[in-house]
């Protein structure tokens, strides 16, 4: 499980900062929710992996799983998603504004080259 | 427990939705309440700094549960200091705002409150998430303040500035998880305690953590290489609210400041000043480069963007010397460069507004309104900012090279600190000269229709610049008062005793 949940994170993540450096607003916006993503899923391993294992201590069961974790999980799924939506709008504003939708602006001063790139 | 503690962020909170509710349709009335607001929390923080110079350091269990399980709000005095100089500044910056800057845009004064909010809570916090938290607050209203007022151009500046923080807070994110994971603590003094305890196969995780805090706190902070959002931003931001944003590099600076005199300090065994060997490299290339940026600009917002750079540089490099001589210096530095840069935000916009068709370009234009008042001004800040006599910045400088005398490589840094000075004043003495005096070679001049209130705007800039005097005059309790601070940093065990205190007597 370990190797399978590190995996997920780490294709995640280079998936997330290939796109995040895309010259278009949109990829840069998957690749920024890919990296939630990735963060999430790391977030929550933090409090080491438990399969069928209660948030809390008792002397009922042998081990317990870190709330904390799942309690920070929580804040950054929320204010991820926000986020998102905020920068989603802004991109939207500055595509319909300036008729571009690079991240760097300036499109125009391209010569030939791969558009996009 | 006192309950003073938690004013600064409850007022602004609770203000910001009365403007937005109560007061949408009246902006005078938005004013009335953002400004009362505003002067509330001077006064409010005056009153903190005077409690925090008296040497105890004052906690707040958030929901009366005990640190490190709940989220404790802290005060020290280097926390009181920067609520009085976010105050301050929010205060003259807020007044050259109501003067019509804030009807170019919807909700500028319940977002301008919500940073304030973020900004005062993560001076205040001693708790890493709880930090993430108010961050993502102050950055939240700084999106909206960023395109206040809209434009293609702002706009896209506005896009890679979010960019860039939401990248910041992934990053955040992982550092904390990371030192989470290690730690099993997210308490600031808590996490002093238990850095020195951490098992030497668990200390290169730990030391990844913090150092990718540093990156996090160095994208705030605009420091190298992490500083190309900054020109950007503030050049495209709507100038009161890149003046308000001198204060968010600081947010930065003082994370870094906390941090690792805290709990990457002397006390932290095997991880101590691990930020040090990496601050210092690069506050120099900071400097460096600020300064030649200031060289460069083309625009009067340009070159106080850059100058920014620079000043973050000239704090870090007192900051990355970890003495207590150095820290106090890199203090009084930090808060001169956040009055002075400030204010010239302001006066870049008071030379827009009166050259309407030139805008702030370092270009000659006939005579503008009041050129004489707009200049006088402008060159007392670009005295202050370029670290001449007899003004703050000169003493600021002073106060850092002295404090740098003793230290290996004292010959470098005394060099940059010295040459980037000359860089800013050739830089600001161009800027200003072709600005002010050239014009008068030109026939005619600039008419435009007199402003409603014409005297706001000048005020309130002039009152930045009087800070910076002011700064000057009363070095000398200024400067203990920053001592004081110092010493109390460089002594985290009553930072440590004060948070978890309350807590051990109660077992």
Redesign the interface.
Known sequence: MEFLVASAVGLLTAAGVFL?LRAR?FP?VLG?TL??YA?NV??FS???LAVNLPPVINDLNKGYTDP??QA?VL??IV??F??TA??VV??L??YL??GSDH???MPERRSGGKDGQ | MMHWIILPIVLPAIVAPIIVLATRRDIELARVFSLASTAALLALAIALMALASEGRIETYAVGNWPAPFGIALVLDRLSALMLVLTAALALAVLLYASNGWDTRGRHFHALYQFQLMGINGAFLTGDF?NLF?FF?VLL?AS?GLM?HG????R??A???Y??IN??G??LF??A???I??VTGT?NMADLAVRVPEVVAGDRALLHTGALLLLLVFAVKAALVPMHFWLPGTYANAPAPVAALFAIMTKVGTYCIIRLYTLAFGEGAGASAWLAAPWLMPAALVTLTLGMLGVLAAERLRQMVSFAVIGSIGTVLIAVALFTPQAMSAALYYLVHSTLTAGALFLIADLVAERRPGYGDLITVAPRFAQIGLVGALFFLGAIAMAGMPPLSGFVGKLLILDSARDVLGRTLIWSVILTTSLLAIIGFARCGSTLFWKSAALAGAIEIAPPRRAALPVVAAGSLIAGTILLTVFAGPVTRYLDDTAAQLFAPTGYIDAVLGAERGNE
């Not at chain 2, 809209?150 to 151009?153: E, L, Q, V």
């Open positions: 995040l607003t840069v920024l990296l939630s963060i790391f977030l933090m409090g080491r904390l974790p920070l804040t950054a204010i991820s926000g986020m905020v920068i802004m991109a504003r500055a504004e300036s991240v760097d602006a | 998430f938290v993502e939240i999106y395109v809209g434009g293609a151009k706009v896209r506005g896009v890679q979010v960019i939401l990248v807070s992934s994110l992982i904390v998880g990371l989470y994971s997210l």
